[in-house]
């Protein structure tokens, strides 16, 4: 065995990639490989609620601990991810008093501070709650960016010497006399950043361990090894709205059901959510009256939501696991704890583990656990930092400055870059460029995007995800075009994006935010639709785009009334005057 | 009393305007109300008759060849092939800074996107940017305006195969603008030659930018810039432009906010009103009194119902983008009259998987007769004295198509000429 043990972590989503930084922060050496963007399985695709434990004080109170503990962590260590937006659970005059107590002392069981405040008070909070709502509990709910939580996560494990390979999918794992030595990967476009219309190939990555992180996959890496990994993905919705409606998380205090939370996130609500059990992680259906759900339930606790303006909607799954011999039927009932299977001691295979079920708020405690389980394969003791140390972007963090004036931007926009920057913002917003903004629902300018470029190659996804462009209400209706041609020319380790690479990103941008917005299609979103697909087709003929298609035969078109065209472009002075008609 | 004119058009934009020219050129008395801005605002200002078919067959050559093959229920199959001639004259008549009038095949156009459009009719201020001209070009874009990247345009072109060359610059817009200025505060500076600060000189706008182009010209007989050339006189701006550099001058369309659309429109008002037209604007009409006729409409003016009153009425308020055709999670509906719209009851069946598919939603819109009248459910005109005119009319993906500025003129032409004669 090598002296430094070399530990190969399937998937990037805030498991995988919190124990990435954990154990490079141990020094030990540490791959991570990711078949998509970060955060592309279910972390990508979260309701953005950092749990103060207050949905798990009756059913969980182990779990409720462990969120309250982790809540004050992440805090601390990713200041520029969290927005402490403080949460209540509100008791709407059918929802029980006795389930309102339980809620209440389970609270103060679990150390999360509670308090109980009256309707009124409720309301004066946040306004538009319904008025018969009768009174609430105040606990201390926020609201985390899961994209910057993970890319600040993979930023500190690469500072600490681990690599990390996104659009590299896991086609086999490495097996030798019973042992798992290590896993083949297929980069989409080669290692490294990842760069359209570039020829990947397969790799072979050995290493002395491998972390299978990869939640509702998790199974499908346990098969390349012949051993069952039972995880029960179940799917939920999220319907985002085009405004805050409200500035605190809203939960109803109710026992488990769907459709109970709205999580106030960046600029808009997140409405959340169902619990289907589904067979396969990548293919289930995204159906109409899961959206229906959202608003005709959270009306009950905030009426305005009838009315408003959705602007898309999104599935995550999550990663369910229990033990066989559970055998919950519903989903709702199975455990959100997580579990460390141990493949040697549960399977004979020595070489590996993996890591399923489990929650996002407490992903850095779950790291944490299985870094300290890897560490003892080696029987190293060294201590686990990642309570401790600020991720990047939130170290001495102290966001009111004048970046108005110190950057040349409006101040909203300045506002809003530097807390998405933390204390980054020196480094990514100090340019004598001018700096435009790229995309204006969010406000995010071209510096933020070159960043961003330079971090994950030509991927606008991952560029989408570091900044926000395009997330906001039109959808990326007026900023695709424009992203794509931050992208072009731009060189990033060696590699320059030319035209065709920028075109290739600017399409699969353009339908990835398709895919969302289908589900919200009536109203001021479908109005917002069609003027995206008028500019995008009418405007821009991206429908018919002859770099895709077949050639044009020009010469059949009209070439001009006045001057025929002049291809020796010596007599310009007469074509100056004559195209003016005067 | 309410206020009365023969022909009551609904609706600012292209289809409300065309309209309200025609009636008023049959000699109606014709009033226009109009709400907000219109879509024009956020058009490219060209005018699309017909570009591809509605299978995706183009770029097409010649549109009114292309008519013929569309559905029967297009609005071109309902108005007719001779009526959009017709209409097209029209407009050539009243809108004299547009080309492409003295030829019935369509023409290229660079797009801010990088790619080419057919179009039948262009500003002339577009004219020297023709795709189908041979004569290389160079495209120049400000650092801080996104909207127009001219080197991503210029190499998105050539990978489109244009037949020329074409090269893309980026140059500083002369002056300390704002890094988010608008368009238009471009458009007045190089208007005015307004005067910018460059290197502590105090200089005029339009003069400095000659200076910075001036070096990056090679040979090419043409230069195209982003559409910021000017407000109310950009002929001027583009022929002071042009006898500075010593070449042809073009704007490529925009993305909204649009100076071309935004020319567009106050030409077409100002040509409503040589026509003796009237209009207002600023208040949304919100309700009407009639059953087989309408009677009255009401215009919703500070708290008062200000009543209008008119022998014949034209809806050209716009599709789902001008909010002449609305939905909520149940339904499709015109807002208004509540006239018909057909639509999939499941919303589910109103999108295509795929970005660019076959949306039907595109096509959301009222159904009507030869004369433009909607219809309703059954079949039998909602109103016996009211049409429809441009998106508000169903059954043509005018995106897909580049079709939207051909509808709206022949139809709004179409349908103010009926009116205009019924009304006598």
Redesign the interface.
Request: glycine letters at 12%; aromatic letters at 8%; proline letters at 5%.
């Given at each position: 065995m090598a002296s430094t043990p070399h530990v190969l972590v399937i998937g990037g989503g805030s498991t995988g990639i919190g124990i990435a930084r954990d154990l490079a922060m141990r020094d030990l050496d540490v791959t991570l490989v990711e078949q998509g963007n970060l955060t592309h399985g279910t972390t990508g695709r979260m309701h953005g609620l950092l749990h103060s434990g207050g949905r798990y004080a009756v059913s969980d109170q182990a779990s409720a601990k462990e969120c309250i503990q982790e809540n004050r962590v992440l805090r601390d260590i990713a200041s520029h991810c969290v927005e402490m937006t403080g949460g209540m659970f509100v008791k709407r005059p059918e929802d029980t008093e006795e389930y309102f107590e339980k809620k209440l002392e389970g609270c103060r069981e679990c150390g999360i501070p509670a308090e109980v405040i009256s309707g009124e008070e409720a309301r004066k909070r946040e306004p538009h709650l319904a008025k018969d709502i009768d009174k609430a509990i105040a606990v201390p709910d926020g609201a985390i960016d899961p994209f910057r939580l993970v890319v600040a996560n993979a930023a500190s494990a690469e500072q600490h010497g681990a690599r990390i390979e996104t659009h590299s999918p896991v086609t086999d794992l490495l097996i030798e006399d019973g042992e798992v030595v290590g896993v083949e990967v297929k980069h989409k476009s080669g290692p490294g950043i990842r760069v359209h219309g570039t020829e990947g190939g397969t790799e072979e990555i050995r290493a002395d361990y491998v972390v299978n992180a990869s939640g509702a996959w998790a199974g499908q890496i346990g098969e390349m090894a012949d051993v069952d990994i039972e995880v029960r993905p179940s799917k939920g919705v999220m319907t985002i709205m085009n405004i805050r409606q409200v500035d605190t998380v809203i939960n109803r205090c109710r026992p488990k059901g769907d459709a109970d939370i709205v999580v106030p996130h960046e600029t808009t609500a997140i409405l959340g959510t169902t619990d289907e059990e589904v067979e396969d992680p990548e293919d289930y259906p995204e159906e109409?009256w899961e959206v229906?759900l959202m608003?005709d339930t959270l009306k009950e606790l905030v009426p305005m939501l009838e009315e408003a303006r959705t602007i898309r909607s999104f599935w995550g799954v999550r990663p369910l696991y229990e033990p066989p011999d559970v055998g919950s039927e519903d989903p709702t009932d199975i455990t959100r704890d997580f579990f460390l299977l141990d493949h040697e001691e549960r399977d004979d295979l020595p070489g590996m583990t993996s890591i399923v079920g489990g929650k996002f708020t407490t992903y850095r405690l779950m790291a944490e656990k299985i870094s300290d389980h890897v560490c003892e394969q080696f029987d190293i003791e060294r201590e686990c930092r990642t309570a401790d140390e600020p991720l990047p972007g939130s170290e001495d963090f102290s966001v009111l400055r004048d970046y108005m004036e110190e950057f040349?931007?409006?101040s909203p926009i300045g506002r809003r870059s530097v807390e998405r920057l933390g204390s980054r913002a020196d480094e990514v917003l100090k340019t004598n460029?001018?700096?435009?903004?790229?995309c204006e629902c969010e406000g995010v300018?071209?510096a933020e995007v070159q960043d961003a470029i330079k971090q994950s190659g030509s991927d606008l996804n991952a560029v989408r995800i570091r900044t926000r462009a395009s997330m906001g209400n039109c959808q990326g209706g007026?900023c695709v075009?424009?992203l794509?041609?931050?992208l072009?020319?731009t060189s990033v380790d060696g590699d320059t994006f030319?035209?065709?690479i920028?075109?290739e990103a600017w399409d699969e941008l353009?339908?990835e935010?398709?895919k969302g917005q289908?589900h919200a299609?009536?109203?001021e979103q479908?109005?917002q639709?069609?003027?995206n697909?008028?500019?995008?087709?009418?405007?821009?003929?991206?429908?018919?785009?002859?770099?895709d298609g077949e050639?044009?035969d020009?010469?059949?078109?009209?070439?001009?009334?006045?001057?025929v065209?002049?291809?020796s472009?010596?007599d310009?002075?007469a074509?100056?005057?004559e195209?003016?008609?005067? | 009393m309410a206020i009365e004119s023969d022909v009551l058009v609904i609706g600012g934009g292209l289809a409300g305007l065309s309209s309200a020219i025609s009636a008023a050129r049959e000699g109606a008395d014709v009033r226009l109300v109009t709400y907000k801005q219109s879509t024009l605002r956020q058009a490219s200002g060209l005018i699309d008759v017909l570009g591809y078919t509605p299978d995706g067959d183009g770029p097409l050559t010649d549109p009114y060849e292309g008519i013929d093959a569309l559905p029967e229920d297009h609005p071109y199959r309902i108005v007719g092939v001779d009526t959009v001639r017709d209409a097209m004259s029209m407009f050539d008549e009243v809108v004299d800074t547009y080309q492409g009038g003295h030829t019935d095949t369509n023409a290229l156009l660079p797009t801010y996107g990088g790619t080419v459009k057919p179009t039948a009719r262009y500003p002339d201020g577009a004219s020297a940017g023709l795709a189908s001209d041979d004569r290389d070009l160079l495209l120049v874009g400000f650092e801080a305006m996104p909207d127009f990247d001219a080197p991503h345009v210029a190499a998105h072109l050539r990978a489109a195969g244009v037949p020329f060359d074409v090269r893309g610059v980026t140059i500083q817009f002369p002056g300390e603008l704002m890094d988010d200025a608008k368009v238009t505060r471009y458009a007045k500076l190089l208007e005015n030659n307004g005067p910018v600060t460059v290197r502590g000189r105090e200089r005029g706008a339009r003069d400095a930018l000659v200076e910075r182009i001036n070096p990056e010209l090679e040979d090419e007989p043409r230069v195209g810039l982003p559409a910021v050339l000017g407000d109310d006189d950009a002929a001027g701006v583009r022929a002071a432009l042009e006898a500075e550099l010593g070449v042809d001058v073009f704007e490529v369309p925009a993305t909204p906010p649009s100076m071309p659309g935004v020319r567009l429109e106050d030409r077409l008002f100002e040509a409503l009103d040589e026509a003796g037209g009237n209009f207002e604007s600023g208040n949304p009409v919100v309700s009407f009194d009639g059953q087989d006729r309408v009677e009255t409409v009401y215009v919703d003016k500070q708290d008062a119902r200000i009543p209008f009153s008119a022998d014949q009425y034209v809806l050209a308020t716009g599709g789902l983008v001008g909010k002449g055709v609305e939905s909520d999670r149940e339904r499709v509906y015109e807002p208004i009259f509540d006239c018909y719209v057909p639509h999939p009851e499941d919303r589910y069946d109103w999108f295509d998987e795929a970005v660019f598919g076959e949306h039907p939603f595109a096509g959301f819109g009222v159904d009507p007769d030869p004369e433009l009248r909607p219809l309703d459910a059954g079949g039998s005109p909602e109103f016996q004295n009211l049409r429809a005119a441009g998106s508000v009319l169903g059954g043509y993906d005018f995106a897909a198509e580049k079709s939207g500025s051909g509808v709206s003129i022949a139809t709004g032409y179409h349908a103010g000429r009926i009116a205009a004669q019924e009304a006598q």
């Open positions: 109409q229906d608003i040349g931007l409006r460029e001018p700096n435009p903004v790229i300018t071209r007026m075009h424009r794509a041609s931050e072009h020319d030319d035209e065709a920028a075109r353009l339908q935010r398709w289908r299609l009536w109203g479908l109005s639709a069609m003027l697909y008028a500019l995008h087709a009418t405007t821009q003929n991206r429908d018919n785009d002859p770099a050639p044009v020009f010469a059949a078109f009209d070439a001009g009334g006045d001057h065209g002049d291809a472009g010596t310009v002075a074509d100056g005057g195209t003016d008609g005067y | -």
